[in-house]
């Protein structure tokens, strides 16, 4: 029987990074309450004590994996405000969701679980700062270059920002809980922001 622990020759970096994608893979399909450090490790491949020696507990470790999840998620969706137009950074937003459905599918089923496990751990009361944080900053740059490119003139900048957090949040959640999107509901919001921009603004 092969020992568990941490493999010859793999450094400590690796063994993080086997350690977080392991767990967010528990904590989605248990969910926290659900899992364990002794599930986490076996799925890792590695002994209990080779999480210890990275995370303080069960807690640490989900923050944790909040974080990185947290990290790759909306740093690919905050680059979509470097577009030139709105209606070109929600192509792009489009785009780079979709890659990372397909690059990294356990991301985005983890951020979906985190607002129901707050509302039974307070103290992930914090993650839901932090998550508030990342949306309100993608958003705002988002509406600011709408703003500055004359698109939604008829919309205030906080209007226009709420308009967006309500179709990306909305195709976001709807794509997770059917498991799958629906076919069209992304080139269907790219038509629509294209159809209610401001027709002097060249795209």
Same mark, same amino acid.
């Given at each position: 029987m092969r020992k568990r622990g941490r493999p010859a020759g793999v450094d400590s970096a690796e063994t993080r990074h086997?350690?977080?994608?392991?767990?967010? +893979? $528990?904590? !989605? +399909?248990?969910g926290y309450d659900g899992a364990s450090i002794l599930k986490i490790a076996e799925s890792a491949?590695?002994?209990? #004590? &080779?999480?210890?020696?990275?995370?303080?507990?069960?807690?640490t470790?989900?923050? &944790? $994996?909040?974080?990185?999840?947290?990290?790759? +998620?909306?740093?690919s969706v905050s680059s979509a405000s470097e577009e030139k137009t709105l209606v070109e950074a929600f192509r792009h937003l489009i785009a780079s969701s979709r890659k990372i459905a397909d690059d990294f599918p356990g991301h !985005?089923?983890?951020?979906? #679980?985190?607002?129901l496990e707050a509302r039974f751990h307070p103290e992930f009361e914090k993650l839901m700062q932090r998550r508030a944080q990342f949306q309100d900053e993608t958003f705002q740059s988002l509406a600011s270059l709408?703003?500055?490119?004359?698109?939604?003139?008829?919309?205030s900048e906080p209007e226009l920002k709420e $308009? +967006?957090?309500c179709l990306v949040m909305g195709w976001f959640f709807e794509r997770h809980f059917r498991q799958g999107e629906i076919?069209? #509901?992304?080139? #269907?919001?790219?038509?629509f $922001?294209?159809?209610? !921009?401001?027709?002097?603004v060249s795209q």
């Open positions: 086997r350690i977080l994608s392991a767990a967010r +893979i $528990v904590f !989605s +399909i248990k491949e590695l002994a209990p #004590s &080779a999480i210890y020696n990275h995370y303080e507990n069960k807690e470790l989900y923050m &944790a $994996v909040f974080e990185e999840t947290a990290d790759v +998620i909306w740093g !985005s089923a983890f951020l979906a #679980s985190v607002p709408g703003t500055r490119t004359g698109e939604f003139s008829a919309l $308009v +967006i957090r076919p069209g #509901s992304g080139e #269907s919001i790219v038509k $922001v294209e159809a209610i !921009s401001s027709p002097t």
